[in-house]
């Protein structure tokens, strides 16, 4: 395994307090409803959007053109930052990005041991279990074990990197393009892009799969 770490600076204004801006979130949101401003279901729609179809969508976007778009592909190597903003994703506080790419032999997973830092801008709302302590310590120790409970299998041939996502630098994993896909256009290839895959914990599907 190839663990790589990076200095943390998890300010008070990031991502580790996202539990006490949740609570003045829904206090105002409290507010708002009772004095009718507001539909709680729409904010409900709202949420739901941003956490399985904008925010995955987006980073599924930018799996397909580096697919597709071999130039793409080298920009997104050397200037992950630049090249998904080229798209019109940028992240909530300006932390860069680093995209790092699976292969036959190397497998990448992303994590962030402290707290929960995540790329928001390209794959929405971070699921609940990235946030768990149980998935940032076993995927460190343990990142095989946990690919097999997300229910992928890797040769013990392949090696496994973990990325430790901070603050400033954030990953974005860019799964293997399944065979077969060849004549698929970006639209096509970019349903084959799961949340999972681009944390690294899935694979991307095949086509004619459910995600």
Known sequence: MDKRHHHH??????????????????????????KGLIDPEAIDAIVETYETKVGPRNGARVVAKAWSDARFADWLREDATAAIASLGYTGRQGEHMRAVFNTP????IVVCTLCSCYPWAVLGLPPVWYKAPAYRSR?????????E???VTLSPLTQIRVWDSTAELRYLVVPERPEGTDHLDEAALADLVTRDS?????????PGSSP
């Open 139 to 147: 995927a460190v120790i343990n990142p095989r074990a946990v690919l």
């Open 105 to 108: 032999s190397t497998h990448n």
């Open 9 to 34: 600076d998890h300010g008070d204004h990031h991502d580790n307090h996202y539990s006490d801006m949740q609570a003045r979130v829904k206090a105002l949101e409290t507010v708002l409803v009772e």
């Open 198 to 206: 681009m944390i690294g914990t899935g694979l991307a599907t095949l």
């Open 149 to 151: 409970e997300f229910g």
